[in-house]
């Protein structure tokens, strides 16, 4: 296919799923700038609509589909005239998806994004409907453009794409290919452009971040990374996002000991404690159980806060399973916690357990059980930390209230941690200041700025 000018064409993006698939769209935004569209802030004013799916669990098909449906109707009332869909859920889905939703153009896979021109090219000269899916291996790096739609003064990292592992209940492999890490360099010029731009905050994503560099045998890879990181001006905070339980070694919490830049937070999705169960799952390999994990973490002196999630009714999870996972967040007090209930993904080796199968209803309440839990940890917790100041990163006025600045510690990732709400002093958006805390809720704080 070849690019047709494409100076007055008008596009609008939705995308759903998480931060990866949000750098992908903002790939995609850049690219189509780059090729002369228009973009557009609002559905009414386009003439193409693409939605970036999110196809990993059953719940974020339900809402891929309902966001197609509800665009299919809109394109039927004449409101825009091409419907591109792209990302996890064509990949997962394939050529079956033209038949399901034949008013969709184009299918774009996430291997085939970078393409994203093209598609509107060959649709403006009328060449439709497209179906474009192979195998995933595209990766993007600094050289291809972006526009980024978070706030200035924040942003995500994508360091690797893929993953070689082989959870059991997870298709995420098939959708995104094997792991694929980027250099240092193109990664350390992203981040130095980024923070040239006014970025103050950086949060490393991939599906497994403690994984980079593996594919080119390397060890370490993550904690060569961060020392690069640190040392570029004006960067305030490094997060970590996404660390696989096996890669969380002593040199990176040393690091974080030691290096004030790096956040003092890790979200390590955990998804059990059983040992049966983890096995089931194909994790927990490492030989370190996650309470010798959690202790290792909380021997740091800095002291680290823990975003974790869980899945509860996967096959085989007997009460003692569940009733010691209870135990362990109670014990463990985690910062931040999220639950699934299992989904059989089809395609994966757990959704063929025909053995052990917990019912729906019971993992549910497994879920509320174990939430409920964690909201009252987390205001204890929360609770200690009264009267204590910390820096907080000024994201502007409460959402439901301008008359409240809110804003992030160090401890709290954007959009799915908490935040602070400031109910005295004022301060600029995107700037870093000492906060007193003076209350706390589950989820969020709430203190004075400190003159």
Not at 11 to 31: F, P, Q
Not at 138 to 147: E, K, L, W
Request: glycine share 10%.
């Amino acid at each position: 296919m070849k690019n047709r000018p494409l100076d007055h064409h008008g596009v609008y993006c939705i995308s759903l799923g998480c931060a990866k698939n949000l750098v992908d769209t903002e790939h995609m935004l850049g690219l189509m700038q780059a090729g002369g569209c228009g973009l557009t802030e609002t559905l009414g004013e386009a003439e193409t609509v693409v939605i970036n799916t999110c196809g990993f669990i059953q719940e974020a098909v339900q809402e891929a589909i309902g966001t197609i449906l509800e665009a299919a109707r809109e394109k039927a009332l004449g409101t825009f005239r091409n419907l591109i869909v792209t990302g996890c859920f064509v990949q997962r889905y394939g050529y079956k998806l033209t038949r399901e939703i034949p008013e969709v153009d184009a299918w774009v896979g996430t291997g085939e994004f970078h393409r994203i021109v093209e598609v509107l090219s060959a649709l403006e000269a009328q060449k439709g409907p497209l179906f474009l899916i192979g195998p995933p291996r595209y990766q993007a790096d600094h050289g291809v453009p972006r526009i980024r739609t978070t706030p200035f003064f924040s942003t995500y990292l994508k360091i690797s794409e893929g993953c070689s592992h082989r959870c059991s209940y997870c298709c995420i492999p098939r959708l995104r290919g094997p792991l694929r890490s980027r250099s240092l360099d193109s990664l350390v010029l992203e981040a130095e452009r980024m923070v040239a731009d006014g970025v103050k905050e950086i949060n490393l994503v991939g599906q497994d971040i403690t994984a980079y560099g593996r594919d080119r045998l390397e060890r370490g890879g993550l904690e060569r990374l961060l020392r690069r990181l640190v040392k570029v001006d004006g960067l305030a905070w490094i997060r970590l996002m996404y660390c696989n339980p096996e890669g969380i070694t002593d040199a990176l919490l040393e690091l974080i000991e030691g290096e004030e830049k790096i956040c003092p937070y890790l979200d390590i999705p955990l998804q059990h404690v059983s040992p049966a169960v983890l096995r089931a799952m194909g994790r927990g390999g490492g030989g370190e159980s996650p309470w010798e994990l959690i202790g290792r973490i909380r021997s740091v002196k800095r002291g680290i806060a823990i975003r974790t999630t869980f899945m509860v009714g996967f096959p085989g999870e007997t009460e003692q399973d569940f009733e010691n996972l209870l135990r362990f967040v109670q014990e463990t007090s985690f910062d931040h916690l999220g639950v699934f209930s299992f989904s059989p993904e089809s395609g994966t080796r757990a959704a063929r357990i025909r053995t052990g199968i917990v019912p729906k209803k019971i993992a549910v309440e497994r879920r509320r059980k174990v939430m409920q839990l964690q909201s009252r940890m987390a205001k204890k917790a929360k609770q200690g930390l009264i009267g204590s100041v910390f820096p907080v990163l000024i994201e502007g006025y409460c959402p439901e209230t301008e008359l409240l600045l809110s804003g992030r510690t160090s401890m709290m990732a954007p959009e799915v941690d908490g935040q602070v709400l400031i109910t005295k002093g004022t301060g600029a958006e995107g700037v870093i200041l000492p906060v007193r805390i003076t209350e706390a809720h589950p989820y969020d704080l709430v203190g004075e700025i400190v003159s």
